[in-house]
T-cell receptor, first 117, second 112 residues
Framework: GAVVSQHPSWVICKSGTSVKIECRSL??????MFWYRQFPKQSLMLMAT?????????EQGVEKDKFLINHASLTLSTLTVTSAHPEDSSFYIC?????????????FGEGSRLTVL | GESVGLHLPTLSVQEGDNSIINCAYS??????FIWYKQESGKGPQFIID?????DKRQGQRVTVLLNKTVKHLSLQIAATQPGDSAVYFC???????????FGAGTRLAVHP
């Protein structure tokens, strides 16, 4: 149990276009989902915290108008990279905490690799 | 973001040896710590966790040690195997906050 799925797993787009990445909890309800970005040979950097039915909380330095997050249901959060540019090319990873858990454990998706040409 | 964007250090070990991967965490209020393994092109995989009321926790072939005095965490892997080759991250969470902050990571390279 506790599977988190991301789609697409990889995407290539032209500069200036917008790209949407989905994060789904397949067999549990997620109160909170987190979006991370990871550049090559670096650590995961938390971008934002997404709570179902409310606005996302963004980390310092992350542009909320650039990275739109929607958490419309307890099983789905989406990240839209608007007007993507080559510097947005990265590995985007989501994670989710289970509604019934108070352990703090997070379950991670397999990541989505974005390449902006 | 709060995580450190440094290039990854590498630990090279021989197959069968024990590996020790270290991590310094930043927040003295952190009370929950997790070690993750990440293989190339994949998401992080949970290895073992420990709460701040413990100093040591053992799993299958892995042991996590926590030293709160110096804010240090270590992961010990016994009898390291080629399949253990990956990048290892420690992550911390402060009580009252449910966001997980990742450390810089260490690449483990296991040689036959």
């Amino acid at each position: 149990g506790a599977v988190v799925s991301q789609h697409p797993s990889w995407v290539i787009c032209k500069s200036g276009t917008s790209v949407k990445i989905e994060c789904r909890s397949l067999d549990f309800q997620a109160t909170t989902m987190f979006w991370y970005r990871q550049f090559p040979k670096q650590s995961l950097m938390l971008m934002a915290t997404s709570n179902e039915g409310s606005k996302a909380t963004y980390e310092q330095g992350v542009e909320k108008d650039k990275f739109l997050i929607n958490h419309a249901s307890l099983t789905l959060s989406t990240l839209t990279v608007t007007s993507a540019h080559p510097e947005d090319s990265s590995f985007y990873i989501c994670s989710a905490s289970r509604l019934e858990d108070n352990t703090g454990e997070l379950f991670f998706g397999e990541g989505s690799r974005l390449t902006v040409l | 973001g709060e995580s450190v964007g440094l290039h990854l250090p590498t630990l090279s070990v021989q197959e069968g040896d024990n590996s020790i991967i270290n991590c310094a965490y930043s927040n003295s209020a952190s009370d929950y710590f997790i070690w993750y393994k990440q293989e190339s092109g994949k998401g992080p995989q949970f290895i073992i966790d420990i709460r701040s009321n413990m100093d040591k926790r053992q799993g299958q072939r892995v042991t996590v040690l926590l030293n709160k005095t110096v804010k240090h965490l270590s992961l010990q892997i016994a009898a390291t195997q080629p399949g253990d080759s990956a990048v290892y991250f420690c992550a911390e969470k402060a009580g009252g906050y449910n966001k997980l902050i990742f450390g810089a990571g260490t690449r483990l390279a296991v040689h036959p």
